[in-house]
């Protein structure tokens, strides 16, 4: 059974945060994943979840100067403190949402060895202590031709290289549709190749960024084609609606009325 979660930074965006999780509620979904919860108190968004009867299926660890244009810290080798303080913050959110998954952001950095040792240790360091809440950490590479030039992997090879490097087994792939249609294509083959080591997915059509339908792939047959491969996780609803949100989910009906019935 296709699993959608409403992304809350991207969708419902017209409403405050904790409103977001009753938008979805009432949109049909059953799990929500957001960037990042960090400024508003662990408990009130447990606590709208749970009124909501939400799952929180994944967040970003803290990725430094979002507005100042930093998409993450943990290839930084200057920047290991502040790093490492947001794994333990992060954690901390992940405790009280009850969430299994955290996305560790890379960054704009060279590919340079000093650069990648730093990576590795910080997913060491962060896989290990999110080991011992049952937590996974989730390296998705993402695009660099449109979204984030720069960043430190755009490409499956690299991240699961990383992975690889970092061997801990609660360090997983997140597979973004949108962002490996731009990189990689072949969706479908890659998909099926990689499931094992997909912890999370996220989609969007491209190009746009918006709802599956607005673009160039095919996400009915996709969709069917992943659940026929037996995958059990969520696929993260990370799309810029291209009007209201409720307005333009006509394409993910029959996936939230599945998870109705
Ligand atoms: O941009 C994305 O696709 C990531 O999933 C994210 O969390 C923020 O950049
Ligand atoms: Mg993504």
């Given amino acids: 059974m296709v699993k959608l979660a409403a992304n809350l930074s991207m969708m419902f965006q017209d409403l405050p945060f904790l409103d977001r999780f009753d938008a979805a509620e009432a ?15 662990p408990a009130d968004v447990a606590g709208r979840a749970r009124k909501c009867g939400l799952e929180v299926v ?11 244009g930093e998409r993450g810290i943990a290839a930084l080798p200057d920047r290991v403190e502040e790093f490492r303080a947001g794994v333990t913050k992060g954690l901390d959110y992940a405790r009280a949402l009850g ?9 704009k950095a060279p590919a340079s060895a000093e650069c990648r040792s730093t990576l590795i240790a910080n997913i060491v360091h962060a896989a290990e202590l999110a080991a011992a809440d049952g937590v996974e950490i989730l390296i998705e590479p993402i ?12 490409t499956t090879d690299d991240a699961l290289s990383v992975i ?8 997983r792939l997140q597979y973004d549709i949108y962002h490996m249609q731009i990189m990689e ?10 499931l094992p080591r997909i912890g999370h997915m ?31 996780g969520w696929i993260g609803c990370e799309y810029r609606p ?20």
């Fill in 185 to 194: 294509g072949d969706l479908a083959r890659t998909i099926e190749r990689l």
């Fill in 27 to 41: 949109a049909g979904f059953s799990g929500v994943e957001f960037m990042f919860p960090y400024d508003t108190d």
């Fill in 58 to 68: 994944l967040f970003n660890l803290p990725a430094g100067d979002w507005a100042g």
């Fill in 143 to 154: 695009n660099t031709r449109v979204d984030i030039p720069g960043y430190f992997y755009g």
């Fill in 99 to 107: 969430c299994p998954r955290l996305h560790l952001m890379a960054g």
């Fill in 242 to 261: 291209a009007a209201d949100t409720k307005a333009g989910l006509g394409w993910a009906q029959p996936y939230l009325n599945s998870r109705r019935a």
């Fill in 164 to 171: 690889d490097e970092a061997a801990r087994g609660n360090v």
């Fill in 202 to 232: 996220q989609l969007a059509d491209n190009p746009g960024r918006a709802e599956p339908g607005s673009g160039e792939i095919n996400y009915p047959w996709l969709l069917s084609h992943i659940d026929a491969l037996g995958y059990d």
